[in-house]
């Protein structure tokens, strides 16, 4: 039997563990997230309490990494939101090489979206796809996915680009090499790294700031805007606000910006 409870103290220590790595600001109506995430990694260590996992975190760095890696991790599937991509299709240059980076980017679903209609348009681009969890990259990296998550995907699409399962894999599906080819994946922690200057025409940065308190969402979008060439577009998750946030963007549809 795993005892789950947490005391306020004990919250707030992982709480500031949380914040300090990877800026997610864990208030109080995070808890019951907490808990449930604190659940799966006490299952899986077998270990009893709260108290005895918080010991082993802080002398075991790989569970310390899994624990992070709980906490970030957010659900998430093809062709999210995916007005921002049928904008980019419809608005810009194609014979315009692109470099694209997926902030955040969790499994990869958000960077094969983005490649995939490309591809299918017809435009020359590369995609840098970052997150701060080596699993979410390792599973990135690897392609495949639960069927579920194309539930959206146009079937002729999905013929296209992807490879289905057989057998006891028939509910799974794979990415295929071609589109592979377009994506690199690697590791950033958009709180404590450091940006590239000018480098990217297109930033998508979705769904990751509503975990952030408002100095943490400045800092992270100074750095977007760092990265970004000037012309770039910014692209934000449709639920996010930019209210409190300074930026020099112009807005130029809802959740998507232009750097002058």
Not at 14 to 37: E, F, P, Q, T
Not at 193 to 219: L, W
Not at 239 to 249: A, D, L, W
Request: aromatic share 10%.
């Amino acid at each position: 039997m795993y005892d789950t409870s947490i005391t306020d103290k004990q919250f707030k220590n992982l709480s500031d563990i949380v914040y300090k790595v990877c800026g997610i600001n864990l208030n109080d109506n995070k808890k019951n997230l907490l808990k449930a995430r604190l659940a799966k990694r006490l299952r899986s260590t077998k270990i009893a309490s709260v108290t005895e996992y918080i010991q082993l975190i802080e002398k075991d760095s790989d569970e310390f990494k899994r624990f992070i890696d709980g906490i970030t991790t957010n659900h998430t599937y093809f062709f999210r939101e995916n007005k921002h991509c049928e904008f980019i299709v419809q608005t810009l240059n194609r014979t315009q090489p692109l470099k694209i980076w997926s902030a955040a980017s969790s499994s990869g679903e958000e960077a094969y979206s983005i490649a995939i209609q490309l591809l299918e348009s017809g435009f020359n681009f590369r995609i840098f796809a970052s997150d701060i969890s080596d699993t979410m990259i390792q599973t990135a990296n690897l392609g495949v996915y639960p069927l579920e998550r194309a539930r959206v995907v146009p079937p002729v699409l999905l013929r296209k680009y992807f490879q289905k399962g057989i057998n006891h894999s028939s509910n799974k599906i794979r990415i295929k090499d071609h589109v592979k080819n377009h994506i690199t994946f690697g590791k950033y922690n958009l709180v404590t790294g450091s940006p590239p200057i000018a480098e990217y025409h297109i930033i998508f940065c979705r769904n990751v700031m509503i975990y952030f308190d408002n100095p943490t969402k400045q800092k992270v979008m100074n750095d977007m805007v760092t990265a970004l060439k000037p012309g770039g577009l910014f692209i934000f998750g449709q639920s996010e606000s930019m209210v409190g946030i300074k930026t020099p963007f112009i807005t130029l549809s809802p959740s998507i910006y232009r750097k002058p």
